[in-house]
């Protein structure tokens, strides 16, 4: 028996990275899937990979209207909805914090980030309670978790994802629906993109391309993978879960559990600094 037999899941950003990836495992472990998402020719190219067991509609996860079609029709075709993984995001309106654009960049932003798990939740409740339970999954980020320089909106959005997901863990509780983000630290995806074409002359994926730079920004030294958060969505998506409520789960092959001087303490900004202080500890000097 597959982990996801018999169970229906929205996927919200599913035409593209780590939802593109949920996809493909969900319908390996035996869900049926909707995806939703703003890039149409993707997402159907991955809906007919997929097969029967998945259907692509566009959706904005910040228009109200487009949640509730984008849940109903997995209703409608399967007859149920077990989970729904708000997942849709970009890296939105960004830059110094005096610098913010408070216009459209900042309410796409916030529409997609916070606004789109907010509808996502709204409209998977009903359901899931007259079901008699269901898994929630929303995509955070290690960026709600710790500061960085350059992207306080999209942190602050996700730290509230997190918020989000605890309250309405509690609510939702007496329900047996569960509610939990998933925390990614720096994975390979097209969200690097920056919403822009590669340039020209490029003939590996965005992924392949990503890779190298990517294997040592965190202990673990590999590049961050899709299936690496599609196999934390397993999880919470499965039955495995059942006693599992309010969390947000990182997955970031330790990153945030480093004090940001990773594998080359030799050459790290710490070491620089006080190597005219004192002797460095053999430790952290250069082999
Ligand atoms: N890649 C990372 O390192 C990383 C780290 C932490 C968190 N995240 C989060 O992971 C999630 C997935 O991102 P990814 O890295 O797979 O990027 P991605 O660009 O590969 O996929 C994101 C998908 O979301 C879709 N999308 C964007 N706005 C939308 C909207 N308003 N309505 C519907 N769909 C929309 C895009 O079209 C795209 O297909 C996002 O929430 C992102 O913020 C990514």
Redesign the pocket.
Request: proline content about 6%; charged content about 10%.
């Given at each position: 028996m597959a982990r996801l037999d018999g169970k229906v899941v929205v996927i919200?950003?599913g035409?593209?990275?780590?939802?593109a990836a949920t996809a493909r495992r969900f319908v390996a472990e035996g869900a049926k899937v909707v995806i939703?998402?703003?890039?149409v020719e993707?997402g159907e190219a991955i809906a007919q990979e997929l097969g029967a067991a998945a259907t692509f509609i566009r959706?904005?996860?910040?228009i109200e209207a487009d949640v509730k079609a984008m849940i109903d029709l997995a209703v409608e075709a399967h007859g149920r909805l077990d989970c729904i993984f708000n997942?849709?995001?970009?890296g939105g309106v960004a830059g110094p914090i005096d610098q913010t654009d408070m216009g459209a960049p900042y309410a796409s932003t916030v529409a997609?980030l916070l606004t789109?798990p907010i509808l996502g939740m709204k409209h998977a409740a009903p359901i899931m309670k007259e079901q008699g339970g269901g898994s929630i999954v929303s995509?955070a980020?290690?960026?709600g978790l710790r500061g960085s320089s350059g992207a306080p909106v999209y942190s602050a959005l996700k730290a509230g994802v997190m918020g989000l997901t605890r309250a309405v863990a509690v609510e939702l509780a007496p329900h047996h629906i569960r509610v939990n983000a998933i925390c990614?630290g720096?994975?390979v995806?097209?969200?690097f993109l920056f919403g822009q074409q590669p340039k020209a002359g490029s003939n590996v994926s965005v992924e392949e391309a990503l890779r190298p730079g990517f294997r040592n920004l965190q202990p673990i030294p590999r590049a961050g993978e899709?299936f690496d958060i599609a196999n934390m969505a397993l999880f919470l998506a499965s039955d495995e879960s059942a006693f599992v409520t309010g969390q947000a789960f990182v997955v970031d092959g330790g990153l945030t559990t480093t004090m940001s001087v990773v594998g080359d303490v030799a050459n790290s900004p710490i070491a620089a600094a006080i190597a005219d202080l004192v002797e460095l500890p053999a430790w952290m000097q250069a082999e």
């Open positions: 919200t950003g035409a593209s990275g780590m939802g939703g998402d703003l890039q993707k959706t904005d996860v910040g997942n849709a995001g970009f997609c789109g995509t980020s290690i960026a990614p720096v994975i995806t097209p969200i899709g």
